[in-house]
Structures are given as C-alpha cells and as structure tokens.
C-alpha cells in the first residue's frame, strides 16, 4: 500500500502530535481514535484513503457520538452526555463547514431540476446525486425530507 497521505491525514497526524506536546489526554484519546478507525478502513480495504474517504469515516463517527448523546441525554448520565459533546467537537472540527438550509435546498432544487425528477418515485435517484455533494456537509436524513417535500409539491 502506497504511502500517499491526504492533506486531511497529515493534518490529523500533525493534531495528535501536538495533543501529545500539550500533554491533551481526553483530544488525544479523540484523535487516536480517527486515527485507528482510517488505519482500520485502510488495512480492511487495502487501499489508502482520499480526504473524501476520510470524511465518509468522520461523519460515520459523528453520528454515532450523536446517537450515543441522545441515548446518554435520555438515561440521565450526564457525565457521560459531557464525553460525547466533548468528542463530537474534536471530530466535527474536521469535517468540512457545513452547508447553510439555504445552499441545501438550492442544491436540491437544481439537482431535480437536472434530473427531471418529478415525483418520489425518483427520490432514490436524487439522493444518489446530491450524497456526493453533501458528504460530510449536511445530515442526509434531513436532505432526505427536503427532497421527498419537493418532489411531492
């Protein structure tokens, strides 16, 4: 496996890095943890992953710290609520900026509008365009409601 690192790697080799200098236990342990789950992909895959890959991973991790907080949140175990808060702010710094619900639902529009989509029928085909564009971006369940509200108008 060729040892060509996305910018998003180096950056966060170079993050780890710096949390150990600054002797940062709980980012560190974060950053470990991104870390393992690339090395993982990559070592499972046997390919080396792009900044686009990195970021399928990423969002992966911020949604489960997010389904994990609601479940912590529901239970009343606010000291482990703080630890995922804690983690997702690590993760999501980097994630690319999101996209605002003005920027989404013009994406959306004009993608239908490529595609001729004109029922939900084609819902499936929508989403497929608009994932890549999105990636990291927007939460795809939310996307998911704006397009089926925009095909059934």
């Known amino acids: ?13 170079d993050q ?6 600054a002797k940062e236990k709980d980012r560190l342990a974060t950053l470990r943890q ?11 895959n046997r390919e080396a992953l792009d900044d686009n890959g990195i970021i399928t991973i990423l969002t992966k991790m911020c949604k489960q710290r997010r389904d994990s907080l609601t479940q912590f949140q529901d239970a009343g175990r606010d000291d482990l609520a703080s630890i ?4 997702l702010a690590i993760i999501e710094e980097f994630m690319p900026t999101p996209l605002t ?6 994406e959306i529009a004009s993608t239908i509008a490529e595609l001729g989509a004109t029922g939900p029928k084609e819902m499936g ?20 409601g704006l397009v089926k509200a925009a095909l059934t108008a």
């Open 16 to 21: 780890i890095k710096a949390a150990m200098r």
């Open 1 to 13: 496996m060729p040892e060509e690192s996305s910018p998003l790697k180096i950056t966060i080799q």
């Open 125 to 144: 085909n929508v989403i497929k365009a608009l994932r890549p564009k999105f990636q990291g971006r927007a939460d795809m369940g939310a996307v998911s």
């Open 84 to 87: 995922e808060i804690a983690e």
């Open 101 to 106: 619900a003005d920027e989404i639902a013009a």
């Open 34 to 44: 991104i870390s393992a789950a690339i090395k993982q992909f990559e070592v499972d």
